[in-house]
């Protein structure tokens, strides 16, 4: 394997390696040994991709957020109507939470009570910006109330299924986060959609328990 290859993979594996014990035991327990010997990899070449703790753990969270923009580009690429596009990208994000350790321990690690200063940058900014973007969509393509506040409806949407995700994590290990998204959508849909329009949009709630809703094109 070329040397810039073999040093590719030994990033990767150090990343994925961190998110495991991030993930298991929290940033402030984690531990440089951990980590090495959770990716395979020894001291000195941990520390020749990364020199801490919070270096790892921003690499994380920065490969996450790469995995859930995809989610959203994916999406938007399927020529859904914007109001869809929010539902499925929502199911999308709840099943990387649920299937990719990395999506969980990126979320530990920006909800933790820590001394790093994740706040300026986590993906929840991102997230909010393309939410203001597609109800602002809806709106302008019907789907949405034009008398809604979009900053507020889009604050709100990643509110609640930021909600919705950290109860599910603590009551039933997310085994029925699908589910309470599902609900969460059916009890959104009718205050957000017009009523002319509630036979039409209503039952996008069920897009949530698709397979593979968020991967589709």
Not at 88 to 108: D, K, Q, Y
Not at 135 to 159: C, K, N, P, Y
Request: aromatic share 6%; with cysteine.
């Amino acid at each position: 394997m070329p040397q810039q290859a073999r040093a590719q993979a030994t990033r990767k594996s150090i990343v994925e390696g961190s998110a495991k014990v991030f993930l298991d035991v929290g940033y402030a327990r984690t531990t440089i040994a951990q980590v090495a010997a959770a990716s395979g990899v020894t001291k000195g070449a941990l520390y020749f991709h990364f020199d801490s703790k919070e270096a790892l753990a921003r690499a994380v969270i920065e490969e996450n957020l790469s995995a859930t923009t995809a989610i959203g580009l994916r999406v938007l690429s399927g020529g859904y109507s914007a109001l869809e596009s929010l539902v499925r990208i929502s199911a999308g994000i709840a099943s990387e939470l649920i299937e990719e350790p990395m999506t969980r321990a990126a979320v530990r690690l920006t909800m933790e009570d820590s001394d790093l200063q994740f706040r300026e940058d986590v993906p929840y900014v991102e997230w909010i910006k393309t939410c203001e973007t597609l109800v602002q969509r809806a709106v302008d393509e019907g789907s949405v109330r034009d008398d809604i506040d979009v900053q507020t409806l889009a604050r709100f949407l990643v509110s609640a299924h930021t909600g919705v995700d950290t109860v599910s994590g603590i009551v039933a290990d997310r085994e029925d986060l699908l589910q309470r998204l599902q609900e969460m959508w059916t009890m959104v849909l009718p205050g957000i959609v017009p009523p002319d329009k509630h036979v039409q949009y209503l039952g996008l709630a069920h897009l949530v328990r698709q397979p593979e809703v968020g991967t589709q094109a």
